[in-house]
C-alpha cells in the first residue's frame, strides 16, 4: 500500500486520471470491492485521499451523463437516455495470452483504420488485455434515424460484433486456430448502461501493473514491464483524444447494415432462379449501379465504394476486374480518392467473406443525400437488394436466349 500511495501521491499522475473525467461517473475501487455509486472525483485531491483511505484503482463510464450523480440503481432505460448526452466506444480485448490479446488489438485497429478512423486511442489493461477507445463526436448525431446517444449499449455491441466478425479470418490465421474467438475475446455481453472500465494510469490489482496509454502503432511491440509502478510516465493521450467529427460514420453504418442482414439471415440463395455460371455484365445492373458509376462524386465516395464492392462480388466479377472498374469510376470523380486506398479496399474485401451490399431500404446509403443514386424502375418493385435485380435480370436473359428458335440450315440439293 505504501508503494501504490506513493504513485497516487505523484501531481502527474493525478492530472493524468482526471482528464476526462467531466460528465462520466467516476467510482473507486478498493482492493475486490467498488466505493459508493454514484461518483464523481473532480479534484487533484480526490485521487490521494482516495488512496490514503485504501482506494487501488479508479473506474469510469463509458457514457457520458448531463448529471452522473442523478443516477440510481435500477433505473428505467427511459430514464437512463434522458440524462445520457452521449457515450464512448470502448472495446475491450481479453484473453488468457497477453500474446494473443496483441495481435487482436492490432487486427481491430487495422480495421478501424479501414473504416478511415485516425483518431483512436490504445491502452494495456494492467494484466493481459487492451482497451480501444473511439470518442463519442466520431459518430453521427442519428443513425438510422435515431439518436446516437439513446444507442446505449446497443451500439457498442453492434459495432463490436461487426469488428469481430471482420476479423476473424485474419485473427484465425495468426493464431493457428480456426476458432480464435475461443482462446481470445472482445467483449460484447459484458457492455451494459453503467459498465465502466479501468480509468487510464490507474493500477490493476491482479498484476500490480498499471493500466497505462499506447501509441496505436506499437502494439505489437509493447511490453508489459513498461507498465511497472515505478516506470510509468504519462503523456501518450487516450481520453483525451479528439476525433474528426463524424469519422466514425462508415464503421457504425455498416456495422448496423450487417447486423440487419445477421438478423434476416439474408443469404444469396435463390430457388426460384438457377445459380450464376459467369460474371453478369454491366447492362443488367439496376439503375442505383449505373447512377453511382457515372456519380461525380465529392461526399460518400467511401460508401461508393462498399457498395460497389460487395455489389460486384456478388455477381461473379472478379478482383482484378473490381480494382480496374474503381480505379476508372474514381478517375472521373473532382476529387479523386489515393489509389492505394482504392487497392488496399480491395485487398481487405479478399480477406473477407463475401457479403451482400446494403438492401434497397436502408436510409444511410442509396437515397442518402450524399449518395442520391436511387432512380428506381419498374422491376426495381420486385426486388429488395441490387443484387437481386442483376441476378433476375440475367435469368431473364438466359430464358430469353434458350427459347430463341435455332435458325435452320439447309443443305442445298446435288
Not at 486456430?177 to 480509468?199: C, E, Q, Y
Not at 431500404?361 to 441490387?386: A, G, Q, R, V, W
Request: glycine share 4%; net charge positive; hydrophobic share 35%.
Amino acid at each position: 500500500m505504501e508503494k501504490i500511495l506513493a504513485y497516487y501521491s505523484r501531481k502527474e499522475i493525478q492530472r493524468a486520471l482526471l482528464i476526462g473525467l467531466a460528465k462520466r461517473e467516476s467510482v473507486a475501487k478498493f482492493n475486490d470491492s467498488f466505493g459508493k455509486r454514484p461518483d464523481i472525483i473532480q479534484y487533484e485531491r480526490d485521487i490521494y485521499e482516495l488512496a490514503k483511505q485504501g482506494a487501488t484503482s479508479f473506474h469510469i463510464s463509458e457514457e457520458h451523463w448531463s448529471n452522473p450523480l442523478q443516477l440510481k440503481p435500477g433505473m428505467h432505460k427511459s430514464d437512463l437516455d434522458k440524462l445520457r448526452i452521449g457515450w464512448d466506444l470502448l472495446i475491450d480485448i481479453d484473453s488468457d495470452s497477453f500474446e494473443h490479446s496483441q495481435i487482436t488489438a492490432y487486427l481491430l485497429v487495422e480495421a478501424l483504420k479501414f473504416h478511415d478512423i485516425t483518431n483512436l486511442g490504445v491502452k494495456f489493461s494492467g494484466n493481459k488485455g487492451f482497451h480501444i477507445y473511439i470518442p463519442f463526436n466520431a459518430f453521427p448525431s442519428t443513425i438510422n434515424n435515431k439518436e446516437t446517444r439513446l444507442l446505449f449499449p446497443e451500439g457498442p455491441r453492434v459495432i463490436a460484433s461487426y469488428l469481430k466478425n471482420m476479423i476473424k479470418p485474419m485473427l484465425a490465421e495468426k493464431l493457428n486456430n480456426p476458432d480464435p474467438f475461443s482462446i481470445t475475446d472482445i467483449d460484447t455481453i459484458l457492455i451494459s448502461s453503467r459498465h465502466l472500465f479501468r480509468a487510464p494510469y490507474s493500477l490493476n490489482e491482479k498484476s500490480g501493473l498499471v493500466s497505462i496509454p499506447i501509441l496505436p502503432e506499437r502494439i505489437l511491440e509493447f511490453k508489459k514491464e513498461e507498465a511497472q509502478i515505478e516506470k510509468v510516465e504519462t503523456g501518450i493521450p487516450f481520453l483525451e483524444i479528439k476525433a474528426n467529427d463524424q469519422e466514425a460514420s462508415n464503421l457504425i453504418m455498416q456495422a448496423y447494415d450487417f447486423e440487419l442482414r445477421q438478423k434476416k439471415e439474408e443469404k444469396v440463395k435463390h430457388q426460384d432462379y438457377k445459380e450464376l455460371e459467369n460474371a453478369i455484365s454491366l447492362e443488367l445492373f439496376p439503375p442505383c449501379m449505373h447512377n453511382a458509376l457515372k456519380a461525380k462524386q465529392e461526399d460518400g465516395r467511401k460508401r461508393t465504394i462498399f457498395i460497389l464492392i460487395n455489389f460486384l462480388r456478388h455477381v461473379g466479377w472478379d478482383f482484378a476486374e473490381i480494382e480496374k472498374l474503381l480505379l476508372a469510376w474514381n478517375a472521373q470523380n473532382e476529387k479523386s480518392l489515393p489509389e492505394a486506398y482504392l487497392r488496399s479496399q480491395v485487398n481487405w474485401a479478399k480477406n473477407q467473406g463475401i457479403r451482400l451490399p446494403p438492401n434497397c431500404d436502408n436510409p444511410n446509403y442509396y437515397t442518402n443525400p450524399d449518395l442520391n443514386i436511387c432512380t428506381p424502375d419498374n422491376f426495381c418493385k420486385k426486388i429488395k437488394n441490387p443484387v437481386n435485380y442483376a441476378k433476375r435480370k440475367q435469368v431473364l436473359v438466359d430464358e430469353q436466349q434458350e427459347k430463341k428458335p435455332r435458325r435452320k440450315v439447309y443443305k442445298s440439293k446435288e
